[in-house]
């Protein structure tokens, strides 16, 4: 288990400085210096090249990730889609030390079987012999570790590179950056491992050259891959703490642009719009979130003279909310002797699997259990997915993810799925015959589709799968990832449906919105055939995700959500809000259907002809309404691949008070006409474009604005 190697610079030092300051941290609608600042020096360091000038091709943009792998994944997706576009040659491969990069696509067990998971990417680990190793420059994308020197005149002018370093290849002894720190000169990519946070939280991101991630800032894709970085300010503060401690000198040149950031809003909006995300910028302005600090407590995020209730919650992630008061005292007061044991008994008798590994994100944790699932199986290697599902956008996690558009010009992906539409007429037969005719090996489900417009699996279809898999073997995973950690009443849906699942993944409702966590879980069954097989895949991701405050942080929300009864506070909210909603929101024109689970609520919109062409739009309508509604402002989201179904996923701790209050804005909103909030949309999509300098000149009360913006950030990946 990973602890911080550095005793001045502590993760519990970021925390203090997080609640003294009352900073949001999983709240996207915010213009963060902390997270900008992170970005400015990240960029700054990848954008020093060999010969000590600034690289060409432009500033090195930034991608934030919770982890190596995350980041990895993601510069190889843009390499391999840039190298898609220009048809060119799409292989990858990854040369470094086999701690670092094995089982990432592929894994090789004692008996000499491979398991493929991602096609056309090899690793080749350090100290192969070189008559076995492969030759560089027959792959389109060559990733390399700091450590193995110089590439760059192997490659040709059509091939991308990808460099990954650590804190140590990069700053010399004084703290500073050294001419030609890069063994590759002005590589495409650049990974930061999460040394550079001494391995103390999920940490990492990927730099790459402007021209190349160009592609991705378009409008059209701003939803195409973003992380579940929400982003967390928490991991981005102990960044810049470390670097203070280990690059002093180039923080200290660094230090009048950092300042800037802090106390010039304006300059700050250009930095983050340039270096992270144009369009977060665009919509952090058009909702008037950037004309003041934020500040977050419990279930209110408050702006100047504003409080608003935040009902997205870093998307299903609240237990009681941001920034608990209590939290370090509750945390230091955690036992530190056997940690990981004790986690796996209140687990096991909580949900009933026994076993399990971390990670820093849903994503991770779906390609976790994807991977342990393929190799601890025997029956088949086919995957069988439900139609609307949604898995993550990580290059594995796409296996379980329905969305062509997330998976263009990513090829080759995992090319054994099947995908089922549990809603068919015909979706018994289509699964009958897709087992009946493929060697299927997991059958991948969420209950509840969260991004696919909160509706729930067909009953027969659940009771399908489950049947079938006692005669034919398969692994049954459950993805639990927004429906878990009591979001739908008991500490897990499937628990409160009966259903026994082989795999089951938790997203970051275990974090209690501090600390980035998830978890994939597996049964016995599994686990004693991985000592079967003799494999060490389990062992190393474990390791790689394995943070001691983490696994305090998921124990002390499981034992604050036994101590306070959240199950029974969520199954009465629950009954509140059916009873407060229905019969007031569904008889109205423009709402097709309201469906309550838990603290999981989606609402279903439709518009008449000839608006229906804009159900996306109607939405942000309706949502910025909600913003900005005069007596109880609610901050609402909608689901990323049903954008005409609006989505509410308040604290688990949300009081009856509170939840009269959310009813009323949500029925007030939705009974506006729409031909008054298409109107007050136009002066918010003015805001959006106008130079910020004339709108400080004439600054509007904050949330007295409204747009009709397509692109919610609210549903990032799982």
């Known amino acids: 288990m990973r602890s911080s190697t550095v005793a001045d610079v502590r993760i519990e030092d970021a925390f203090g400085q ?20 992170a970005c ?87 100290g192969e012999e070189s008559t076995s190793a492969p030759d560089p420059g027959s792959f389109g994308v060559v990733v390399t570790f700091a450590s193995l020197g110089q590439l760059d005149n192997q490659l040709g002018d059509n091939q991308l590179t990808i460099l990954s370093v650590g804190l140590r290849d990069v700053f010399n002894a004084g703290g500073d950056l050294p001419r030609g720190w890069s063994p590759i000169a002005c590589p495409d990519v650049i990974v930061f491992d999460a040394s550079w946070v001494h391995h103390d939280v999920p940490f990492s991101a990927f730099a790459a050259k402007s021209t190349l991630l160009r592609h991705w800032r378009k409008r059209t894709m701003s939803m195409f891959h973003s992380t579940t970085f929400q982003p967390n300010t928490i991991a981005s503060l102990h960044l810049l703490n470390c670097l203070r401690r280990d690059a ?26 340039s270096l992270y995300s144009p369009s977060l910028a665009r919509l952090i302005r058009t909702t008037g979130f950037d004309q003041s600090e934020p500040t977050a407590t419990g279930h209110k995020i408050r702006i100047r003279d504003k409080t608003v209730f935040d009902a997205v919650g870093g998307v299903a992630c609240s237990i009681r909310g941001h920034n608990p008061p209590s939290y370090l005292d509750e ?91 549990p809603y068919a007429a015909d979706s018994l037969d289509a699964l009958r ?77 275990t974090s209690d919105m501090m600390f980035p966590s998830a978890l ?28 001691a405050w983490g696994y305090k942080t998921i124990l002390n929300t499981l034992q604050y959500c036994e101590k306070r009864e959240i199950r029974e506070q969520v199954f009465a909210a629950e009954q509140l809000f059916r009873e407060r ?50 007596q109880f402002p609610l901050l609402a989201g909608f689901c990323q691949n049903e954008r005409n179904v609006l989505k509410l996923t308040p604290p688990l701790t949300v009081g009856a008070e509170e939840i009269h209050h959310i009813c009323d804005t949500v029925i007030d909103s939705l009974s506006r006409p729409l031909s008054k909030l298409a109107l007050s949309g136009v002066g918010a999509k003015l805001r959006c474009h106008l130079p910020i300098q004339v709108l400080r000149a004439r600054a509007q009360p904050i949330l007295k604005v409204s747009a009709a913006n397509p692109s919610s950030p609210h549903d990032s990946a799982a």
């Open 18 to 37: 997080l609640m003294d300051r009352q900073l949001p941290n999983l709240f996207r609608l915010y213009l963060n210096p902390i997270v900008t600042q």
């Open 40 to 126: 400015l020096c990240l960029s700054r360091i990848a954008s020093a090249s060999k010969d000590g000038v600034r690289s060409s091709g432009g500033t090195y943009q930034i991608f934030l990730a919770n982890g190596h792998d995350e980041a990895l994944s993601g510069a190889i997706k843009l390499t391999r889609y840039i190298q898609n576009l220009r048809r060119r040659d799409a292989k990858v491969l990854i040369r470094g030390p086999q701690h670092r990069i094995a089982h990432f696509a592929s894994t090789v067990l004692p008996s000499g079987r491979r398991i493929c998971f991602v096609p056309e990417v090899m690793e080749c680990f350090d």
């Open 248 to 273: 002093w000198a180039f923080m200290t040149s660094m230090n009048p642009k950092l300042e800037r950031i802090e106390h010039d809003r304006s300059y700050r909006c250009k930095v983050f719009s």
């Open 331 to 421: 945390i230091n007061a955690v036992e530190s002797a056997n940690l990981r044991g004790r986690l796996q008994s209140k687990l096991e008798r909580l949900v009933g699997l026994g076993h399990f590994i971390p990670a820093g994100s849903g994503a991770a944790a779906v390609e976790t259990a994807l991977k342990v699932g393929l190799v601890s199986q025997t029956r088949g290697d086919y995957v069988l997915a439900l139609r609307g599902g949604f898995g993550g956008k990580t290059l594995f996690a796409l296996t379980g993810t329905d969305s062509d558009r997330l998976k263009t010009n990513l090829q080759p992906l995992y090319p054994k799925v099947i995908f089922v539409d």
């Open 433 to 509: 015959h897709a087992m009946d005719h493929f060697r299927v090996g997991i059958v991948q489900m969420e209950l509840i589709q969260g991004v696919g417009g909160v509706r729930t699996i067909p009953r027969a279809v659940v009771d399908y799968v489950q049947q079938r898999r006692e005669r034919d073997g398969y692994w049954l995973f459950v993805d639990e990832v927004q429906t878990g950690m009591y979001r739908t009443g008991e500490i897990t849906l499937s628990k409160r449906m009966g259903l026994r699942a082989d795999f089951l993944t938790l997203g970051k409702g």
């Open 520 to 547: 994939a879980l597996h049964s016995d069954e599994v686990e004693n055939r991985l000592r079967e097989l003799d494999t060490d895949l389990d062992t190393v991701l474990r390791q790689r995700h394995e943070h």
């Open 581 to 630: 909603l229905h019969g007031k929101i569904d008889c109205l024109p423009n709402v097709r259907e309201i469906r309550v689970f838990g603290l999981l609520i989606g609402i279903e919109l439709k518009a008449k002809q000839p608006l229906a062409r804009f159900d996306s739009s109607l939405a942000s309508l309706y949502l910025l309404e909600m913003l900005r509604h005069p």
